[in-house]
């Protein structure tokens, strides 16, 4: 059984903190990818790695930045965390075609106060 | 840019009667396309999806898609809902390395 874990559901952080968000999957997908996903606006795409220390930005990197060191493991972080990044994020892996199927994570649920 | 609508922000349906949830993608080569569903609480799931061939596909949980070129659309369908398909659904194409979503579409479902 396929799987990409999250490591919260659920956090809360104070304006200014740094956060990490980190996302596992056990499939040896290639590719990783970052969404963040809110009311109305569908799922956006932070940023994206297709191997392993490999990393392009999608369509609203600001605020963020990612690491993928290993070939299972994606993480996306808040350097600065702020009100406005307030969001439900979600990661995806994919194996290496464009049209696979993306597998998603349950979600981490971020509040920034 | 490539761009995906689902014109309906949310949709109700009564148990038992037939839904139809509509998509459609800017201009482009024949795209890949899916239908994602998520339920409350949890993640995204893929419902189908469709690269090329018979127009219409077959998915999970009952649901079916066709695929219209000259309509630039890709509809959900399900000939009867249950109250298990209360959930919110997003289309997506392919575009090279990435998928680009819609908005989604919340169904709910009146007893």
């Known amino acids: 059984d396929v799987k990409v874990t999250q490591s919260s559901r659920y956090l809360v952080k104070r304006t200014g903190e740094k956060v990490f968000l980190e996302c596992v999957q056990d499939m040896d997908h290639e590719n990783m990818f970052w969404y963040r996903q809110d009311p109305g606006l569908g799922l956006r795409l932070i940023y994206f790695s297709y191997d392993v220390k490999m990393k392009e930005k999608g369509d609203i990197p600001e605020g963020y930045s990612v690491s993928r060191e290993k070939k299972e493991r994606f993480s996306l972080i808040l350097e600065s965390a702020s009100t406005n990044q307030t969001s439900m994020y979600l990661c995806?892996?994919?194996?290496?075609?464009?049209?696979?199927?993306?597998?998603f994570g349950p979600g981490t649920r971020l509040t920034v106060t | 840019a490539q761009s995906v609508t689902q014109p309906d922000i949310h949709i109700t349906v009564s148990e038992g009667a037939s839904l139809e949830l509509r998509c459609n993608y800017s201009y482009g080569a024949t795209p890949y396309l899916f239908w994602y569903v998520q339920s409350p609480g949890q993640g995204l799931q893929l419902l189908l999806k469709y690269f090329s061939g018979d127009t219409l596909v077959q998915g999970i949980k009952g649901f079916e898609a066709e695929f219209k070129r000259s309509q630039s659309s890709f509809n959900l369908r399900k000939p009867s809902v249950h109250w298990s398909d209360a959930a919110e659904y997003f289309c997506?194409?392919?575009?090279?390395?990435?998928?680009?979503w819609g908005a989604g579409t919340k169904l709910i479902i009146k007893p």
């Open positions: 995806a892996s994919r194996a290496g075609l464009a049209g696979d199927e993306q597998y």
């Open positions: 997506a194409r392919g575009s090279n390395y990435q998928l680009i």
